[in-house]
């Protein structure tokens, strides 16, 4: 295909419709990961595990996670074994960073990140900055406002490791909610 002038390309181009935009902006608005003392600590399940860790991502990701993911996950190290089949607040605040940040970290670099928490940050203070963090991002990258918080007091290199990931992880999550809305409006 071939063509003459600008005018030819035009057809081609597809903007999206404002009221889609909204509605991809809409659908974040109102996330928010449980904080790491509402994670539930009675142990849960394998299959209570992954859906509550489902149900928490629900909206953002629609990758669901399952059992033989979570069975993996602890066979590559990156979770602690079940004590007694249960999973305690932890593992589930690890598997929550797991499969935020799968899609841009390889598993391998994701065993590592895990490992340098637990040297350099208690669970509890590290999940909590990355709600916090993620949240912020979220509302920035999609448009809901205008500024990014800075969120936490120190600046390590693994906050601002984490900060580049979490930054990354919430422009995968846009473009994924964005190609799908326009793949719909050109049906």
Known sequence: MTFSSVSDIIPLVIIMKETTKQSISASVKDFRLPRYNEIPNVGLYLEQTSKYIADCLEG?????????MISNY???????NPVKKL?????IAH????????SVVSLDDLNLFIR?????YPTERAYN????EFENMLQYVFGLKDTIDNVGMDSSDEKFMLR????TIAHKIYLDKYFEALATEME
């Open 60 to 68: 953002i990701q629609e990758a669901a996670i399952t059992s033989s």
């Open 74 to 80: 602890v066979k590559k190290g990156l979770i602690s």
């Open 87 to 91: 999973y305690y607040r932890d593992q």
């Open 95 to 102: 598997l929550m960073f797991i499969m935020l940040a799968k």
């Open 116 to 120: 340098l928490q637990e040297r350099t």
């Open 129 to 132: 900055y990355l709600c916090d």
């Open 164 to 167: 580049n990931t979490i930054i």
